[in-house]
């Protein structure tokens, strides 16, 4: 009997971890991408306590918090030029910070943010203040006292320390050590724009990973700044890059990213800066929520514009962005169309719904029928049944057999999630939509 009863036993703890999800992330953050605000795109250097509290308070007031975003990251340029000569600590610049880093965290978080902090893997920033190559375990102290809860850890002046792989992940992996080591969660954000494979190991030490050099405000002027157009080109990440030649680079790497692992980091969204039309923003912030990047606004959030405030609010695809336990969309293919190019991608979403988006990078206008054949490409028997297309953008809903039709502007997406149809009675209120 009881032999019985342990071999029960043993067989329940049995089944629990072959169905419990027993991986996550390294850390156990992160378990879908980040969502916040970053400094960078819009103020660069030109940064100070109220600049930060302001657009945290404005982020609030127009319920972005509420969607989601929750991390407020102060980036480059915070701190003084040297390390305090006796503890060694990295020291906020006193005019830009007058109250210290610790005041402005508490009042972060009695605001219902959580609080992220910039440094580097180098001698210094990218910006030229103290980085914290050699110092990893003293400044993540120093930031866990201060109640940093992220860190967005750069690549300049690494000394070298780049160029292969495991020389890279250990520089990074150092920061990663010095995190735990602190006892306090701490989301870690990898910086490194791409270089050395990041993909196929940041995981095994972060929540998420740049892939590419910065992002500019355009939406595809290119710019021999960053000239690599896919990620067949592992030279100069460079700056400048264009929000079509970050989504070519992040379409190569969606098998790389999912909550066991972590996230392809398309960079800050531009979205509000003024670079791009209101077309162009949509596609950008939609492409960044299919292939699931950290949702992270770049701008002057007091001053955006209500068609701007729509852009980051759509709760449809903020919801697919943050789909616990699903992957970024795949590129399923991409064609020559005029001067630019017209792409596929696809990817599934809880209950086996599935998001579809028609990207056209063209300068006309595309009129498309899409097959249901190319869509289900990886999961061909979803293309014998009817699906329910509900376009992201107007809401209007389609019932689709064999094909959707696509239209498309210039420089725009059309997203839809596909939900399936399945007809119950002939009152069902979806059984008289045309089918298309
Ligand atoms: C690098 C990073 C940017 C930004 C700047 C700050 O260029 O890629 O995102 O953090 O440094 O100097």
Partial sequence: MISISFLNCFFLVFLFLFFSDVHGSYNGL????????????????????????????????????????????????????????????????????PNGIGSMAKKLHDMGFKFGMYSSAGKYTCAGFPGSLNHEQIDADTFADWGVDYLKYDNCFNEGKSGVPLISYERYKRMSD???????????????????FVWNWGNTIANSWRISGDIFDTFSRKDVRCPCETIECFALQGDHCSVMNIISKAS???????????????????????????????THFTMWAILK???????????????????????????I???????????????????????????????NDWVVAVLNAASEPLKMGIHLSDIFVDALGNAEHDWLATDLWNNNVKLVSDRIRANVASHGVQVWRFQQYKVKNTNDKFFSFNKH
């Fill in 30 to 97: 992160g378990l879908k991408p980040q969502m916040g605000w970053n400094s960078w795109n819009k103020y660069a250097c030109d940064i100070d306590e109220s600049i930060i509290l302001n657009n945290a308070k404005a982020i609030k007031e127009e319920g972005l918090l509420d969607l989601g975003y929750e991390y407020i990251v102060m980036d480059d340029c915070w701190s003084k030029h040297e390390r305090n000569a006796t503890t060694g600590r990295l020291e906020a610049n006193p005019d830009k910070f």
């Fill in 293 to 319: 990047s950290p949702l992270i606004l770049g701008n002057d959030v007091s001053s955006m514009s209500p068609m701007d405030k729509l852009i980051v609010s759509n709760k449809e695809l903020i919801s």
């Fill in 178 to 196: 010095a995190l735990n080591k602190t006892g306090r969660p701490i989301f870690y954000s990898l910086c490194q724009w791409g270089e050395d």
């Fill in 321 to 351: 962005n943050q789909d616990i336990g699903t992957n970024p969309a795949a590129l399923i293919w991409k064609k020559k169309y005029g001067d630019e190019y017209i792409e596929l991608f696809s990817g599934r979403l809880s209950n």
């Fill in 252 to 282: 190569f790497l969606s098998s790389k990213a999912g909550m066991n692992s972590g996230w392809n980091d398309l960079d800050s969204l531009e979205v509000g800066n003024g670079g791009m039309s209101f077309e162009e923003y949509k």
